[in-house]
């Protein structure tokens, strides 16, 4: 099946921005991957900012629904800590660029952008999770951890890496190859330390 014009400049588009991050691409960059003129770009695409957002939604729809099927599942917490912690990594392995424009997002637009995130038919909800730690912890199972740092604790260790990766590439001097193979090892080096910091 013939990709459309439309497809090839989100898949250009997704490349570009996984290589160079946000802020370092530009659009003359993914017109030329996707094969056209800027002039066509601007016409699907005004500016790089709806570009991006297009390429968010997309992504963002994938993590809602690979994370609540972990949120959801009947599986043991321990399991549904490195199920969900894999799932996050996968993502942001895959679309590096994410964590960083949401902050950008959430800096320019404020409420705005979480009513939006909020309004969509998928979007998170770590509530199963919530409810199955406190589960835990009555059980004795578990030691007494207030269940949104523990979410918290998660989401910021898989995406502050993402957020930060200029400044500690530039500090521990290694390519975006080794970094992300770093990334890639750091999925487990999350789960060892989230399971070490509840377990009784």
């Known amino acids: 099946m013939e990709v459309s014009t439309e497809e090839k400049i989100l898949n250009a588009a997704k490349e570009v921005f996984t290589q160079k991050g ?3 691409t530009r659009m003359q960059e993914i017109a ?3 094969g056209i003129n800027k002039g066509l770009l601007h016409y699907y695409f005004r ?3 709806k570009l991006f957002r297009a390429v968010f939604d997309e992504a963002f729809s994938q993590f809602a629904l690979r994370v609540n ?3 959801a599942a009947d599986m043991p917490l321990f399991e549904k800590i490195e199920a969900f912690v894999s799932q ?3 993502i942001l392995i895959a ?3 994410l964590p960083s424009f949401v902050i950008n997002e959430l800096n320019q637009k404020g409420d705005a952008f979480v009513q939006d995130l909020m309004n969509r038919k998928n979007k998170p909800n770590p509530l199963p999770l919530i409810g199955q730690v406190q589960m835990e912890i009555q059980a004795g199972r578990i030691r007494a ?3 949104f740092h523990l979410v918290l604790n998660m989401l910021s260790m ?3 890496p993402f957020i930060a990766r200029p400044l500690f590439q530039a500090i521990a001097q290694v390519d975006d190859e080794t970094y992300l193979k770093l990334m890639e090892s750091r999925k487990q080096e999350i789960i060892d330390f989230i399971h070490s910091a509840i377990r009784v």
């Open 22 to 24: 946000f802020a370092a």
């Open 32 to 34: 030329d991957v996707a």
């Open 47 to 49: 500016n790089k900012n």
């Open 69 to 71: 099927e972990v949120f």
């Open 88 to 90: 996050y990594m996968d």
């Open 95 to 97: 679309n590096p660029a």
């Open 145 to 147: 951890v207030n269940p």
């Open 158 to 160: 898989c995406a502050f």
